[in-house]
């Protein structure tokens, strides 16, 4: 296929498509009083408004987005297996992109009238800034996040204006719509009308109400730098406690590092997501067995410091030790402790811990 193969104008294309996506297309560009029109007096009408309708989808253009989208204007199309169902459908509604058959294979091709404009906007200073302010945003946004695991709206607002993350184009519910355009093409957030959450957090309205009931916690401080980082990494930096357990396990039980990793990954998300000690290890020893009860003691030991230095969003970002070691007296703030000596054994045996490796 060359790129003049692949050559439709937004004449050609929007017939293609239903009155549905006309009318996605017309309200992402909140173009109004047109919602009674037929079909072919809504393409007119489309067509005649393609640059506000550019203008718009420039406003909340990342860098990822933009770079696939300048790929595409060179070429004209994309193959369809090289893009997801929700990006697709977020080109779609901009009207920058659309699905199509060509000579038997599926592709995603870009109408003639935008492949220069944004081949010109890769040069223009003025986009490029835009772009940048949004990827930072979104990056300081998943570190907010990552970090305290559920936040309202409004104190998702407040955190980033104190961030300096609101400007003249990016504020109220600019920064809203922003976010929502991210996850619509991600789906990287859980949104409801009241909060945002982290798709790992399992209960979010159960989180939230336990962050409420911790008002004497203040949130651990964070920088626009650190955020950012955390936000372009998409997961915690490993802690000194998570890289000696790494390396136990390893050397102790011979498995795999990259097993290793992804087993600890899903642990530390049921430790943040406040599953008993009980429950976290009986989630990781299904994995391993013990040739002694003084491994056993020595797995559970390796858990509890684990445990005990994992920032928690139930405790605004701090882990259990720092809660301990600052706040004293703020008894309601569960620190995680060994197994009791009444709780089933984690070396699977079944008997009670006391009777057991806890002996």
Same mark, same amino acid.
């Given at each position: ?6 050559d ?5 294309? @929007?017939?293609? $498509? #239903? !009155?549905y996506? +006309? ?12 919602? %009674? &029109?037929?079909?072919?007096?809504l ?11 550019f203008?718009?989808a ?19 199309y994309?193959?369809?297996a ?15 992109a659309?699905?199509?058959?060509f ?7 870009m ?25 930072? @945003?979104?990056? $300081? #946004? !998943?570190?907010? +996040? ?12 407040e %955190? &980033? ?6 400007n ?13 355009e ?23 309205e ?64 049921d ?9 976290v ?8 067995e ?47 402790k ?18 057991c490796?806890?002996?």
């Amino acid at each position: 296929m060359t790129a003049h193969e692949m050559d439709y104008t937004l004449n050609e294309i @929007l017939p293609t $498509v #239903t !009155k549905y996506e +006309l009318d996605k297309i017309r309200k992402f560009a909140d173009i109004k009083g047109v919602s %009674k &029109l037929n079909k072919p007096k809504l393409i007119e009408v489309l067509v005649e408004e393609q640059q506000l309708l550019f203008d718009g989808a420039m406003q909340m253009m990342d860098r990822v987005r933009f770079d696939e989208l300048k790929r595409m204007a060179k070429s004209g199309y994309m193959e369809y297996a090289h893009a997801n169902r929700l990006r697709i459908g977020w080109y779609m509604k901009t009207s920058l992109a659309f699905p199509t058959n060509f000579e038997g294979k599926q592709v995603v091709v870009m109408p003639d009238e935008y492949r220069s404009r944004i081949l010109e906007a890769a040069q223009d200073l003025d986009a490029q800034r835009i772009i940048k302010e949004n990827d930072e @945003l979104i990056f $300081v #946004t !998943k570190g907010l +996040l990552e970090t305290f695991g559920v936040l309202r709206w409004t104190e998702l607002y407040e %955190k &980033l204006e104190t961030l300096g993350m609101v400007n003249q184009r990016l504020q109220g519910s600019t920064v809203t719509r922003l976010i929502m355009e991210f996850n619509e093409f991600e789906d990287y957030f859980e949104v409801t009308d009241n909060w945002i959450s982290d798709l790992m957090v399992d209960e979010p309205e159960e989180m939230l109400a336990g962050i409420d009931a911790r008002p004497s916690i203040k949130p651990v401080p964070v920088t626009k730098e650190q955020l950012l980082e955390l936000g372009k990494r998409g997961e915690l930096a490993k802690t000194k406690e998570y890289e000696r357990f790494e390396k136990y396990l390893v050397k102790t039980f011979r498995v795999a590092k990259e097993d290793v990793q992804d087993l600890l990954g899903l642990t530390v998300i049921d430790i943040r997501n406040e599953l008993t000690f009980h429950e976290v290890i009986q989630n990781l020893v299904e994995s391993f067995e013990f040739s002694s009860k003084a491994e056993a003691a020595e797995f559970t030991s390796y858990v509890t410091k684990l445990a005990n230095s994992t920032p928690r969003w139930l405790l605004k970002g701090h882990a259990p030790n720092d809660i301990s070691r600052n706040e004293p007296v703020a008894a309601a703030t569960p620190v995680t402790k060994a197994v009791g000596r009444n709780e089933p054994c984690p070396c699977g045996s079944g008997k009670k811990y006391k009777k057991c490796c806890g002996k």
